[in-house]
């Protein structure tokens, strides 16, 4: 009897610590903050916390930056969150991020912000490496989207119905490619839509007669770039202004950005941080 | 005494707190989804968006038929797979398996359970969708979504069902086999009506696991607004949509990303209270009969 009690006791205590501590982490989350402002640079080294947050197509270069940048400035911490451009868009204008991303240009409904060009990137038309097609001109890319031309042979390669893979609603790459492919002409809605880079390089790899278009930071030997307008889609074509299909990428700041934010900003721009573009694939800025 | 008393009080205010909370957590979710989705439901208007087939954000157009067709569909696709498929199992493991068989066989489907969806979602991507593209299309496609989702609900299907046959009275298993009756026979018609009520609750949950799943659907289904025609057109399940383009919303889009929370709550609703009308009436005729 006295055993069988104190096991209710001890039940009932845990059951209570259980319940009190649920409710002290739920209210510590929820009045923690979630945009940090930056400190002010104090004169013997940089301290503090960045954020940053948007385009999923300059995740990975951001990711980049920042760890170099953090191993400068032991003491200073980057966060850098995907999201998409029109998240980077929002939270730079609500300040709930230091600094936003996008990777096409801000629509004019969209609030003015202050744009820093970070890098250029150009999106490459790809296909499965086994397709015959190795190159298509920016209109017949265009029709293909459209959902015009639907088979292979109508454009040099093999009788085989186009698979049109695609990215969903929102997407930076997806905006991008609209502005500089599409025209007025929408993607068709019977193209398989994939929400990342990633996941449409999976797709396009393991999907035959598929095509679909990325970033040029994700290109890899698992598909194939198509050359367009007769240009093949690399960096230096890119970059001397020849590949059609090239997009800006910006970090954005609400005001003139300062502190902190500013020394980040200032180090991605500089001859070093431009090297990093160039070593992931992107294409720095003059 | 008073010690017990104090106990039973404390006792039982905790139970009632945690029972309140659950409810309030329900309520708070659909009041906020509702609020959030309001605005969207007067913008598009009700017609609109329940029957509108184009879904098109940037253009203003916001019809969720085609993907409220499309979770009906993969929900219903994976239930006819699943259901025999679930019952048969559970039949050989009350009924058929020896000890050893089970032993092995319950633990292994239990742990399926376990398995992250996006687990299922790659593998769905990689094996299931190239399988179905030799049928034809793209593979990306509502069958592909069907089939990943039965071994998702195959696990829930199959333990409640063997749970609930092995809860019927032995007494009616005995009865059954000393008036002749063969091993099949007494499995077709005397236990499974006896454990229907069980095996319709594992149906019911599995069909919510069903419609509410996300990620995995995302990977196999092709996320294409089109109204799927036949088992291997691509389409966009309602819960995928929202999970597509909430980081991309403002504005009415995002608001009308919560409209689609709200249609897929209301859809929920309908479907558990339908099963469990079914499950009710199918009880009472057992009794009558």
């Not at chain 1, 086994?130 to 088979?151: H, M, P, Q, S, Y």
């Not at chain 1, 839509?193 to 970033?215: D, E, H, K, M, Y």
């Not at chain 2, 990689?126 to 069958?143: A, D, H, K, N, Y």
């Not at chain 2, 991309?248 to 709200?262: D, E, I, N, Q, W």
Request: proline residues 5%; hydrophobic residues 45%.
């Amino acid at each position: 009897m006295k055993t069988h009690l104190g096991k209710r006791r001890f039940i009932l205590l845990m059951s209570s610590i259980l319940t009190i501590g649920l409710v002290l982490s739920s209210t510590s989350c929820a009045s923690s903050p979630t945009a940090t402002p930056t400190e002010p640079t104090t004169p013997t080294g940089l301290s503090g916390t960045i954020t940053e947050a948007g385009s999923t197509s300059v995740q990975p270069l951001a990711e980049r930056l920042a760890d170099v940048f953090m191993q400068m400035h032991p003491k200073v911490t980057v966060t850098i969150q995907g999201g998409g451009s029109s998240v980077g868009i929002t939270s730079a204008d609500e300040g709930t991020v230091d600094i936003g991303a996008a990777s096409r240009e801000l629509k004019p409904s969209e609030p003015p912000l202050v744009k820093h060009l970070l890098a250029r990137d150009g999106i490459a038309i790809v296909t499965p490496p086994a397709n015959t097609v190795t190159g298509l001109t920016k209109d017949e890319v265009r029709r293909i989207f459209a959902d015009e031309v639907t088979n292979w042979s109508q454009v040099g390669g093999a009788d085989a119905e186009i698979i049109v893979i695609a990215r969903e609603e929102g997407s930076g790459t997806r905006g991008a490619f609209e502005e500089m492919v599409m025209g007025e002409d929408l993607i068709t809605s019977n193209a398989i839509l994939q929400l990342s880079n990633g996941a449409v390089r999976t797709t396009v790899s393991t999907t035959p007669n598929s095509i679909g278009f990325l970033s040029f930071g994700y290109l890899d030997t698992s598909v194939k770039a198509l050359a367009v307008d007769g240009v093949e889609g690399t960096v230096e074509n890119a970059k001397n202004g020849s590949y059609p299909i090239v997009r800006p990428l910006y970090f954005l700041t609400k005001e003139a950005p300062t502190g902190l934010g500013k020394e980040f900003i200032d180090f991605c721009l500089s001859a070093e941080g431009q090297s990093i573009v160039t070593d992931e694939g992107f294409i720095p800025v003059d | 005494m008073a010690s017990h008393v104090v106990i039973d009080r404390t006792a039982k205010l905790v139970v009632i707190i945690c029972a309140s909370a659950s409810f309030v957590v329900l309520g708070a979710i659909f009041v906020f989804t509702l609020r959030e989705g309001m605005p969207a439901f007067q913008e598009i208007g009700l017609s609109n968006f329940l029957f509108g087939t184009e879904w098109r954000p940037g253009l203003g157009m916001f019809g969720i038929l085609p993907m409220t067709v499309g979770s009906l569909l993969v929900t219903l696709g994976s239930m006819v797979l699943a259901i025999p498929v679930g019952i048969a199992c559970a039949i050989l493991l009350a009924e058929v398996a020896s000890f050893r068989v089970r032993r092995i066989l319950r633990p292994a489907i239990e742990l399926l359970v376990g398995i992250p969806s996006v687990v299922y979602g790659l593998v769905g991507m990689m094996l299931i969708v190239p399988l179905v593209r030799e049928i034809g299309g793209t593979g990306f496609s509502v069958l592909s979504a069907s089939l990943v989702l039965m071994a998702m609900v195959l696990p829930t299907i199959i333990s409640i069902s063997e749970d609930s046959l092995r809860a019927v009275p032995k007494g009616y298993k005995e009865a059954a086999l000393a008036m002749g009756a063969t091993q099949w026979q007494m499995i077709w018609h005397v236990q499974l009506p006896a454990a229907r009520s069980g095996i319709v609750a594992g149906i019911v949950l599995g069909m919510g696991r069903a419609i509410g799943e996300t990620m995995a659907m995302i990977m196999v289904i092709g996320n294409a607004v089109v109204m799927p025609t036949s088992p291997l057109s691509p389409a966009r399940t309602l819960t995928g949509n929202i999970a597509a383009e909430i980081m991309y919303a403002a504005g009415t889009h995002r608001s009308a990303l919560f409209a689609t929370g709200v249609v897929l709550f209301l859809l929920i609703l309908v479907l558990n209270t339908v099963a469990t009308f079914a499950l009710k009436r199918g009880i009472r005729s057992q009794h009558v009969a």
